[in-house]
């Protein structure tokens, strides 16, 4: 699970293997969300990125020997899934609030033929959290992008180039709680037709559920 927020719910959810949070704002992280998602998720590590870190710390201090924070280059396994955490910055929203520290999560399963390529059941998503500036060699051949498509900080014009730079095979919307559904419709139609030349593949996940990629 990667930033259970203000705006998420998590109620129910099980089987979970990390509970990963990219940055401290309260659509990514809400504390009170912690306990009992680790109390349903018994087996689950807990990483987040270490100004977030803190301020859970704070909020749970109970959640002190749970906590763990990672850091950019690391890399952390969860079974057959590798996450490789990114980044530095949280993208400006303007000169007025201040810019806290911000880590993308690319996450691989799969793994490596005996020459040290891809294997053919490899796969690469990356959620850039709340930064779209992010570049690294994981990225180069990226199968599924998580593409925030509205926040205070956002244009469509920055999200559309940061679809064309990464040039995904797919993407999926994320970060659209503040949109209604027509508003919704117009951003995603956006990064579909204009995200690379001939459009881009686009996965919405709304209501979904479990979804095999």
Not at 159 to 171: D, G, I, M, Q, S
């Amino acid at each position: 699970m990667i930033d259970p927020g203000g705006f998420s719910d998590v109620d129910g959810v099980r089987d979970l293997s990390a509970i990963l949070v990219t940055h401290t704002h309260p659509d990514h992280l809400d504390p009170s969300a912690i306990p009992p998602l680790l109390r349903d998720n018994p087996k689950a590590e807990l990483w987040l990125e270490s100004e977030a870190g803190d301020r859970l710390n704070s909020s749970e201090p109970q959640l002190g020997k749970n906590i763990q924070r990672m850091q950019s280059g690391q890399t952390l396994t969860f079974g057959a899934v590798t996450v490789t955490p990114v980044g530095k910055k949280h993208a400006l929203i303007h000169d007025y609030v201040p810019q806290p520290d911000n880590i993308g999560l690319i996450v691989t399963s799969g793994g490596n033929d005996a020459e040290g390529n891809n294997a053919d059941d490899t796969l690469t998503l990356f959620h850039p959290g709340d930064a779209l500036d992010v570049e690294h060699d994981l990225l180069n051949n990226l199968d599924v992008l998580c593409v925030p498509i509205n926040a205070p900080w956002a244009s469509i014009a920055g999200t559309v180039e940061f679809v064309r730079r990464l040039a995904p095979k797919r993407v999926v919307p994320i970060h659209d709680g503040l949109l209604n559904e027509p508003g919704r419709s117009m951003y995603i139609g956006h990064i579909q037709k204009f995200g690379a030349d001939g459009g881009v593949s686009v996965l919405d996940l709304r209501g979904q559920g479990p979804t095999e990629l």
